[in-house]
């Protein structure tokens, strides 16, 4: 048993500490990040959208898109509309009719299919893939083009910056929490459960910013060295002739697609130039829904492309099985570390200690999710307005 405890806590340490200080040192050797280039638009750069019910949000993202510093005769932009039964394809014939957007229906069938009716369409040898819901920063596509001046590169990810705070911020202050149907009673009970359920959004929000960051790190250095291992769903380009038709249950196209690329000899880099923007999941459910989703897609890949675990087949093979297999190692490790500090608890000391500091962890976890789970609106409680705006969705990547 003391071994099984050493060996999960060296793995755990070393996923979360040693592989990124692996990177750093590993930049002493060999630093291969693209250098400074003129982003000079001379590529030709399609963008692909895939959208379903999201006649909201389509007019405000396409504004966007067309108002890229990007020339107009170098761009296309593609909706695919993923068999949507409200007014997206109405709201998309507006722009069709101008010639600003192709527009292509298929029947509900999921996001990896719509990929690749878009692809279809795209006349560009380059692919921008974007979301409905988030926002690019000006020159996003000038910096997304930039890396491929070199021919080595296969794909360049973007940035995507979290703004959960402001945008709690911004909601609580739109809120009507004193209820004037039930008096001031009823107010004051609103206005501390509204105030209970923020302080929970912004620390679960807080948290996930801050995990981004530290993915975000990861990333920089793993594209210096060499390539990155997956993309932001958000804010990602790749080379047209290296796409290849994705399943039709793909969970995360934006790790497959750039690890597909990876295995064809190219890198994937990351460029912080590139910027979109969207809000952090503000909800325990919704995050929770993206970790499970993050831990299911990379099983599948695994499925998908076993190469990823051949060293003479992927050269990011190390950071592969450091980054993207050791995170899924990892909860069993902490299993077995539990398991064995039971055991060992009464030999030593320090396994006692060990014991008591995991058992207060995971109380302490388990008091936030309590405290979440009562934050959660009752059907007792006092009513909202109805014009509260609704909690964002989770972000898409974080891979």
Same mark, same amino acid.
């Given at each position: 048993?003391?071994?099984?405890?050493?060996?999960?806590?060296?793995?755990?340490?070393?996923?979360?500490?040693?592989?990124?200080?692996?990177?750093?040192?590993?930049?002493?050797?060999?630093?291969?990040?693209?250098? =400074?280039?003129?982003?000079?638009?001379?590529?030709?750069?399609?963008?692909?959208?895939?959208?379903?019910?999201?006649?909201?949000?389509?007019?405000?993202?396409?504004?966007?898109?067309?108002?890229?510093?990007?020339?107009?005769?170098?761009?296309?932009?593609?909706?695919?509309?993923?068999?949507?039964?409200?007014?997206?394809?109405?709201?998309?014939?507006?722009?069709?009719?101008?010639?600003?957007?192709?527009?292509?229906?298929?029947?509900?069938?999921?996001?990896?299919?719509?990929?690749?009716?878009?692809?279809?369409?795209?006349?560009?040898?380059?692919?921008?893939?974007?979301?409905?819901?988030?926002?690019?920063?000006?020159?996003?596509?000038?910096?997304?083009?930039?890396?491929?001046?070199?021919?080595?590169?296969?794909?360049?990810?973007?940035?995507?910056?979290?703004?959960?705070?402001?945008?709690?911020?911004?909601?609580?202050?739109?809120?009507?929490?004193?209820?004037?149907?039930?008096?001031?009673?009823?107010?004051?009970?609103?206005?501390?459960?509204?105030?209970?359920?923020?302080?929970?959004?912004?620390?679960?929000?807080?948290?996930?910013?801050?995990?981004?960051?530290?993915?975000?790190?990861?990333?920089?250095?793993?594209?210096?060295?060499?390539?990155?291992?997956?993309?932001?769903?958000?804010?990602?380009?790749?080379?047209?002739?290296?796409?290849?038709?994705?399943?039709?249950?793909?969970?995360?196209?934006?790790?497959?697609?750039?690890?597909?690329?990876?295995?064809?000899?190219?890198?994937?880099?990351?460029?912080?130039?590139?910027?979109?923007?969207?809000?952090?999941? =503000?909800?325990?459910?919704?995050?929770?829904?993206?970790?499970?989703?993050?831990?299911?897609?990379?099983?599948?890949?695994?499925?998908?492309?076993?190469?990823?675990?051949?060293?003479?087949?992927?050269?990011?093979?190390?950071?592969?099985?450091?980054?993207?297999?050791?995170?899924?190692?990892?909860?069993?490790?902490?299993?077995?570390?539990?398991?064995?500090?039971?055991?060992?608890?009464?030999?030593?000391?320090?396994?006692?200690?060990?014991?008591?500091?995991?058992?207060?962890?995971?109380?302490?976890?388990?008091?936030?999710?309590?405290?979440?789970?009562?934050?959660?609106?009752?059907?007792?409680?006092?009513?909202?307005?109805?014009?509260?705006?609704?909690?964002?969705?989770?972000?898409?990547?974080?891979?």
């Amino acid at each position: 048993m003391t071994l099984v405890f050493w060996l999960s806590v060296a793995l755990i340490a070393y996923v979360y500490v040693g592989y990124p200080l692996a990177l750093h040192c590993g930049l002493w050797m060999a630093d291969r990040g693209f250098r =400074s280039r003129s982003a000079n638009p001379h590529y030709g750069v399609s963008i692909v959208v895939a959208a379903r019910n999201e006649a909201a949000r389509l007019p405000a993202r396409l504004d966007n898109l067309l108002s890229l510093y990007y020339p107009a005769s170098r761009r296309q932009i593609i909706v695919v509309s993923d068999g949507s039964t409200d007014e997206t394809l109405k709201v998309l014939a507006g722009y069709q009719s101008k010639g600003l957007v192709d527009v292509v229906a298929v029947p509900p069938g999921g996001k990896a299919l719509a990929l690749n009716a878009g692809i279809e369409r795209a006349r560009f040898e380059i692919v921008v893939f974007a979301d409905a819901r988030q926002t690019f920063a000006p020159d996003a596509l000038r910096e997304l083009v930039a890396p491929f001046a070199d021919p080595r590169v296969g794909a360049v990810t973007g940035e995507l910056q979290l703004d959960a705070e402001s945008a709690c911020r911004r909601s609580d202050r739109d809120r009507r929490v004193f209820d004037r149907r039930s008096g001031e009673r009823a107010g004051a009970f609103e206005r501390r459960e509204q105030e209970r359920r923020r302080t929970l959004r912004s620390t679960i929000a807080d948290g996930v910013g801050l995990y981004w960051k530290y993915e975000k790190q990861m990333r920089r250095l793993e594209s210096r060295i060499w390539s990155t291992l997956g993309a932001t769903g958000a804010i990602y380009a790749i080379r047209r002739a290296l796409y290849r038709p994705l399943p039709a249950d793909t969970i995360l196209d934006d790790v497959l697609t750039p690890m597909r690329i990876v295995l064809a000899g190219y890198r994937v880099v990351f460029n912080e130039k590139a910027l979109a923007f969207d809000r952090a999941a =503000s909800d325990a459910d919704a995050e929770a829904r993206r970790k499970v989703r993050t831990l299911a897609g990379n099983y599948q890949i695994l499925a998908l492309e076993p190469a990823l675990l051949l060293p003479w087949r992927n050269p990011v093979w190390l950071q592969y099985l450091s980054h993207k297999v050791g995170r899924l190692v990892v909860p069993y490790a902490m299993l077995a570390a539990l398991a064995s500090s039971i055991v060992l608890a009464s030999s030593h000391p320090f396994y006692a200690v060990a014991l008591a500091v995991q058992v207060l962890f995971y109380l302490l976890a388990g008091a936030g999710a309590l405290l979440e789970f009562a934050g959660r609106p009752r059907e007792s409680a006092a009513p909202v307005d109805a014009e509260r705006p609704r909690a964002p969705r989770a972000v898409r990547e974080v891979a």
